[in-house]
């Protein structure tokens, strides 16, 4: 089981980005998802969640510009990062609950991705 994050880069501030996060594995069913971010010298902090019904949730950081949205069909997460600026610098992780075999949810992490936006 295991969740596989990918469409990170460079962009220029003011573009567009959007990550993806696939899980994969043996797995009945995914709770809330979610994407966090962690810069330099920085914390991991808390970017955009969404619930397994859609409600969403954001950081005043980034709200208003993106957006995250989830393909249950696909067991897979987006970022879709409109209008990012210098400082969404950082590695982009995403997390699960994933319900596995013999569990009732069990919490997972992607490898992050480096978004890095030029001014």
């Known amino acids: 089981v295991q969740l596989q994050a990918s469409g990170g880069g460079m962009v220029q501030a003011g573009g567009s980005l959007r990550l993806s996060c696939a899980a994969s594995g043996n797995i009945f069913s995914i709770n809330g998802m979610g994407w966090y971010r962690q810069a330099p010298g920085k914390q991991r902090e808390l970017v955009a969640a969404?619930?397994?019904?859609?409600?969403?949730m954001y950081s005043d950081a980034v709200k208003g510009r993106f957006t995250i949205s989830r393909d249950n069909a696909k067991n897979t997460v987006y970022l879709q990062m409109n209008s990012p600026k210098p400082e969404d610098t950082a590695v982009y992780y995403c997390?699960?609950?994933?319900?596995?075999?013999?569990?009732?949810?069990?919490?997972?992490w992607g490898k992050g991705t480096q978004v890095t936006v030029s001014s």
């Open positions: 997390n699960a609950e994933l319900v596995v075999p013999l569990t009732n949810g069990m919490d997972y």
């Open positions: 969404i619930s397994t019904g859609g409600s969403t």
